[in-house]
Every structure is written in C-alpha cells, then in structure tokens.
C-alpha cells in the first residue's frame, strides 16, 4: 500500500463547521469534508479494492466512494491532520484479514465436572419427591 499515493488522491474540502463557536463559525471553515474513490484508485490493487470493498461495505457510497468528516477542533490543518490519520488506519484495519478460529476440543476434565454437577442437581432434586412416588 503506498501512503503517499492514497493521499495524492484523496479529495480534501473545508467546510463551515456547525455547532458553538459564537461569531468565529460563521466566518470561518474548519470542518474538513474527505472524498476517496475506491474503485478508480490506482494505487490499490484489484485484490486490495476487492477486501476493502467487502470490508468497509457499511463505509461506501453506492459508486464507491468512502466519505468522512471531521469537525473536532477549530484549526483546519489539526481537522485535516486528524481526517488523513483516520482514512489511513481504517484502509490499514480494512486490509487486514482475521485469523481463522481454531477449533479446541472441551478438556475431559470439564466434561467430567459438568456431568458430576448435573447428577448432583439430579440427586437433590430425586430427594425433594414424596417417598412411593417414581
């Protein structure tokens, strides 16, 4: 994966920030809005646009493209900073693939130890009937 290509493509926009700041937001853009075109791309592989695809599928737009935004201070170049930041860990968690679970088998000694407790609950539970009575 090279880094500084993704982020030559990358499509930066500042926008006017919403919430509190009194006269300073009206005037002043510091929300960063972040544009990434997934499958024009060309410094991902077809098989790096096909894992990120299916594993940032909740993240995409219908043609593809990943959309962000960051609003959390009031300096333009920290929002970009921590926007650029974000893209790049959520392709490098993206492409990672999870290692296959292996199956362990229940240690005797557990199995042991349930079927103890259940002829004990078994027993205490025969004692509580009414003598005569199966």
């Known amino acids: 994966m090279n880094v500084d290509g993704l982020i030559s493509e990358l499509q930066l926009k500042a ?6 700041g009194g006269q300073h ?4 853009s510091t929300k960063i809005k972040l544009n990434f075109d997934l499958k024009n791309s060309q410094y991902l592989s077809k098989d790096e646009k096909t894992i990120l695809m ?23 170049i920290k929002n970009k900073e921590i926007i650029i930041n974000r893209f790049l860990e959520m392709i490098k968690k993206g492409l990672e693939i999870p290692k296959k679970r292996k199956k362990s088998k229940i240690p005797r ?10 002829r004990r609950t078994s027993e205490k539970k025969e004692g509580r009937k009414k003598p005569g009575m199966s």
């Open 15 to 20: 926008v006017r920030s919403s919430g509190p």
């Open 54 to 76: 299916k594993s940032l599928a909740k993240r995409l737009s219908k043609d593809g493209i990943i959309s962000l935004q960051c609003a959390e201070t009031r300096s333009q």
């Open 25 to 28: 937001v009206n005037k002043v």
């Open 109 to 118: 000694q557990a199995v042991e130890k349930r079927l103890e407790k259940k």
